[in-house]
């Protein structure tokens, strides 16, 4: 059976141009799957999985504590691999076929307020590396990039005299999105005094780097967020998420045009970005009982 997992991850990495990120997690949930078939199935072969035998794995995931997304995201990577088998004429039908995706669960994003990004963008800048987290923090809320679309920037990603920044996201699929005028002035201020002694004598393209001069991870760019966070006093729950949360939900309360956010954004369905504006309804009821005298 391995065999076969091994096939459809070459299959969606070089065929299908997949990102890292979401190779791993076909991975996970196909490896978790296949041993759930062998260990408490007994099947060895995938002709002999049979509807009944997913059904139950879902169940056994549910009984597990799993969340309705997880156990559809589960569902989706089960239904592509069968359907790869199927093309593949390593098996002659698809028992995952009319099998129910759960309905997920709807979980409105976390988002800071006006004044949270205020105060976590009040940064003073004395040295290279504050000068990176100034810049770092106001491009992602300027632009709503994902945080793996953000440390992959290169410096020629960046048009500042266009005032926008290229991106690749999901998929490899590009897109332009705007740069404000205090991403602009920030990204200028590090590309000038910090980037230069943080890189010195390294070749690489780019656009942050760590303290050694070495492209910053995701897992970097956390770790400063939640130094920052932490520094500032924020009590509240952030992640690299949250600031793109912010982003399209502040775009979105001051007018912004639904289909323009969910081109930022880089949503393939405008449904995705729809979730925006029940956050952006919540926080205007949330202001009206808080304010309002007689609310």
Same mark, same amino acid.
């Given at each position: 059976?391995?065999?076969?997992?091994?096939?459809?991850y070459?299959?969606?990495?070089?065929?299908?141009g997949?990102?890292?990120?979401?190779?791993?997690?076909?991975?996970?949930d196909? /490896?978790? @799957?296949?041993?759930?078939?062998?260990?408490?199935?007994?099947?060895?072969?995938?002709? +002999?999985?049979?509807?009944?035998?997913? #059904?139950h794995?879902l @169940?056994?995931?549910?009984?597990r504590?799993?969340?309705? %997304?997880t156990?559809?995201? #589960?569902l989706? +990577?089960?239904?592509?691999?069968?359907?790869?088998?199927?093309?593949?004429?390593?098996?002659?039908r *698809?028992?995952?076929?009319?099998?129910? /995706?759960? !309905?997920?669960?709807?979980?409105?994003?976390?988002?800071? +307020?006006?004044? *949270?990004?205020? $105060?976590?963008? *009040?940064?003073?800048?004395? *040295?290279?590396? +504050?000068?990176?987290? $100034?810049? =770092?923090?106001?491009?992602?809320?300027?632009?709503?990039?994902?945080?793996?679309?953000?440390?992959?920037l290169?410096?020629?990603?960046?048009?500042? =005299?266009?005032?926008?920044?290229r991106?690749?996201?999901?998929?490899?699929?590009?897109?332009?999105?705007?740069?404000?005028?205090?991403?602009?002035q920030?990204?200028?201020?590090?590309l000038? @005094?910090?980037?230069?002694?943080l890189v010195?004598?390294?070749?690489t393209?780019?656009?942050?780097v760590n303290?050694?001069?070495?492209?910053?991870t995701?897992?970097?760019?956390?770790?400063?967020?939640?130094?920052?966070a932490?520094?500032?006093?924020?009590? !509240?729950?952030?992640?690299?998420?949250?600031?793109r949360?912010?982003?399209? #939900?502040?775009?979105?309360?001051?007018?912004a045009?639904?289909? %323009?956010?969910?081109?930022?954004?880089?949503?393939?369905?405008?449904? /995705?970005? $729809?979730?925006y /504006?029940?956050?952006?309804?919540?926080?205007?009821?949330?202001?009206?009982? $808080?304010?309002?005298?007689?609310?």
């Open positions: 059976m391995k065999y076969e997992l091994d096939d459809f070459h299959y969606i990495q070089i065929e299908r997949l990102s890292e990120n979401t190779l791993l997690a076909y991975q996970r196909l /490896t978790k @799957y296949s041993s759930y078939l062998n260990e408490q199935q007994s099947i060895s072969d995938w002709k +002999s999985v049979e509807r009944t035998h997913i #059904t794995y @169940y056994h995931l549910r009984d504590g799993a969340s309705q %997304a156990i559809a995201r #589960t989706s +990577s089960i239904r592509l691999f069968h359907q790869f088998l199927l093309r593949e004429h390593v098996v002659d *698809d028992p995952s076929i009319h099998i129910e /995706t759960p !309905k997920r669960d709807q979980r409105l994003p976390k988002v800071l +307020s006006s004044e *949270d990004i205020d $105060q976590l963008l *009040d940064i003073t800048v004395d *040295d290279p590396l +504050s000068s990176r987290n $100034q810049a =770092m923090l106001e491009t992602m809320y300027a632009t709503g990039l994902r945080v793996s679309e953000l440390v992959q290169t410096l020629n990603d960046l048009h500042l =005299m266009m005032g926008f920044v991106c690749f996201g999901k998929g490899g699929k590009e897109r332009i999105v705007p740069l404000g005028d205090m991403a602009k920030s990204i200028e201020l590090y000038e @005094y910090g980037r230069p002694h010195k004598t390294k070749a393209e780019q656009l942050f303290h050694h001069g070495n492209p910053l995701r897992q970097g760019f956390w770790k400063v967020l939640k130094g920052m932490r520094d500032k006093g924020i009590q !509240k729950h952030l992640s690299p998420h949250t600031l949360h912010s982003f399209a #939900t502040h775009l979105l309360e001051n007018g045009d639904l289909r %323009a956010v969910q081109e930022m954004l880089g949503h393939a369905d405008i449904s /995705t970005t $729809q979730i /504006t029940h956050v952006s309804k919540k926080r205007l009821k949330d202001i009206y009982s $808080q304010h309002h005298p007689r609310a």
